[in-house]
């Protein structure tokens, strides 16, 4: 009988010089995932696109699901700016519409590129259904951050931050549906508004 395969924990960059290999690492998988999809991109492509060795490459990213997985919440930290960039709660006057706005405009910037939005998908759904690994709640995500922000005082305590989840996890369904054509783009825009309006409103 095969042993079940052991998830090695990835290792965490150190140094900004570190910091700036994982980058082009992640430059590097993004650009080939754009251009040729999961299937066809191999870990040395990723590897000598990025400049550094295959050692370097599975030290950071244990394995291809895994990899394209941080390209999604990478681009996500890309197009938030980080949480800081967005605006205040108290900056905030309707805390429903700018979380709805946020969610379709990310949906929008991702679908631009389909076949790496296809690449994150596949590789979401490989690297959960894996066996299990330590991950940080959805919450502390750079998007579940951004959210928390954006709702402010409606974010205290576990209801809070059931609320964010659950956000978090319709657009990721919506926007899976948008990106196999499930549903239209434009109907999907409206199930995220609503949704936003349904958990975020109440």
Avoid at 14 to 37: K, V
Avoid at 157 to 170: A, F, I, K, W
Wanted: aromatic letters at 6%; glycine letters at 8%.
């Amino acid at each position: 009988m095969a042993r079940p395969t052991r998830i090695r924990r990835p290792a965490a960059p150190m140094s900004s010089r570190q910091t700036d290999r994982r980058i082009r690492i992640l430059c590097a998988a993004s650009d080939l995932g754009t251009r040729e999809g999961l299937a066809t991109v191999q870990m040395h492509d990723v590897a000598k696109e990025a400049g550094v060795a295959i050692a370097t490459l599975y030290r950071y990213f244990p394995s291809k699901p895994y990899l394209f997985l941080s390209v999604l919440e990478w681009h996500i930290e890309q197009f938030l700016g980080g949480c800081d960039g967005g605006p205040a709660a108290d900056e905030v006057t309707d805390s429903v519409t700018e979380v709805a706005d946020t969610l379709v405009a990310l949906s929008a910037r991702l679908l631009d590129h389909r076949l790496l939005a296809s690449a994150v998908a596949l590789s979401s759904f490989t690297e959960y259904a894996s066996a299990a690994r330590s991950r940080i709640d959805i919450v502390e995500s750079a998007l579940g951050q951004r959210l928390l922000c954006l709702l402010g005082g409606c974010t205290d305590g576990e209801t809070g931050r059931s609320r964010v989840r659950l956000l978090v996890y319709n657009w990721w369904g919506v926007f899976v549906a948008m990106l196999t054509e499930e549903i239209s783009t434009a109907q999907g825009e409206a199930d995220l508004r609503l949704a936003a309006r349904l958990i975020a409103g109440s």
